[in-house]
């Protein structure tokens, strides 16, 4: 039975409100079930790459950016980048650096849009996007390589490293871990905190939720996760620290918030980091949306405004 909770509507406004809202997330789920069986692989294999990398970029054209926010592309070297900055008065001592998803084979800045507008918005910062090097042309560790080149970008720039607020949703969310990793290892100065949507945390993908939630995510497969691991390093070892944040020593890291939707595949890959970070003595955050599906954050729904009132909520105040 769901809740419904009043703001001076009456009983059927309200009523109709969530009807709306249910049937605008049905759209969505149809939308991404149609986009997911255009593009994802039906066997281990990296097939139809190039085909991929286009339902990614449909996805992000499917959802229209917020407004409000100016975005200004621009290249560091030879690596597309871009800031969003919003547009009315804004906080210019912090920074969101943001790692897009895509199971690093995957994925561009217009597709980072999307996301880097809503933190924008929800934070007030500004939001650098990187559009780092794909596999399987450029497998592990580029993609870290040029998360280490946008990190020292913005180091250059004169923020502290405490001034930076580390998201990533999905591949991009192993990515924000991997970085804070490297980055301790290298005895440098950490983020002040990570904001993390549907991480993929396990890329040797040991969690119950692969068989629980099979039939229930639209997103995402094993097998379509299993062929882009393979892509991004192929020569395995996926369970080590490196290409596996789940399993990594994570003692010292800054707060982290991890959201998550219950339909997914990733599930545990979330639960089973935030026991980790539990275990380490990091303070951490886990929020789950139990009928929404992986990066449900992207999308024009109730949902995902909720969500990005807690991201603004746990950057500005936790």
Request: charged share 20%; proline share 6%; hydrophobic share 40%.
């Amino acid at each position: 039975m769901k809740k419904l909770w009043f703001t001076g509507q009456s009983f059927s406004e309200a009523a109709e409100e969530l009807s709306v809202n249910e049937k605008a997330a049905q759209a969505m789920l149809a939308a991404l079930k149609t986009v997911h069986s255009l593009s994802a692989p039906t066997d281990g294999a990296l097939e139809g790459l190039e085909r991929q990398r286009q339902s990614q970029n449909i996805l992000g054209r499917l959802v229209s950016p917020e407004l409000g926010y100016s975005w200004e592309p621009f290249q560091l070297g030879s690596m597309p980048m871009a800031w969003a900055r919003p547009e009315c008065g804004h906080d210019r001592h912090h920074v969101v650096l943001y790692c897009h998803g895509g199971g690093y084979t995957s994925g561009n800045l217009g597709y980072a849009r999307v996301l880097a507008s809503k933190l924008a918005k929800s934070t007030g910062y500004e939001v650098l996007s990187f559009e780092y090097r794909l596999a399987p042309e450029h497998p592990y560790p580029a993609a870290l390589e040029d998360a280490l080149a946008a990190w020292d970008y913005l180091m250059e720039l004169g923020y502290g490293a405490r001034d930076v607020v580390l998201a990533g949703d999905s591949a991009g969310g192993n990515l924000a871990l991997v970085l804070t990793q490297a980055l301790k290892e290298a005895g440098r100065r950490l983020p002040g905190k990570l904001v993390l949507c549907s991480p993929w945390t396990d890329m040797s993908c040991s969690g119950d939720s692969y068989e629980a939630h099979k039939e229930d995510d639209p997103v995402l497969t094993r097998a379509y996760l299993e062929a882009v691991r393979q892509a991004y390093a192929p020569q395995g070892g996926w369970d080590q620290p490196e290409l596996s944040p789940l399993f990594q020593d994570v003692s010292g890291f800054p707060p982290v918030l991890v959201q998550y939707g219950g339909h997914e595949i990733l599930a545990d890959d979330a639960i089973r980091l935030k026991k980790h970070l539990d275990e380490a003595g990091v303070p951490n955050v886990l929020q789950c949306w139990p009928e929404m599906w992986h990066v449900f954050q992207m999308f024009p729904l109730p949902q995902s405004q909720q969500a990005m009132e807690r991201v603004a909520a746990f950057v500005l105040d936790y």
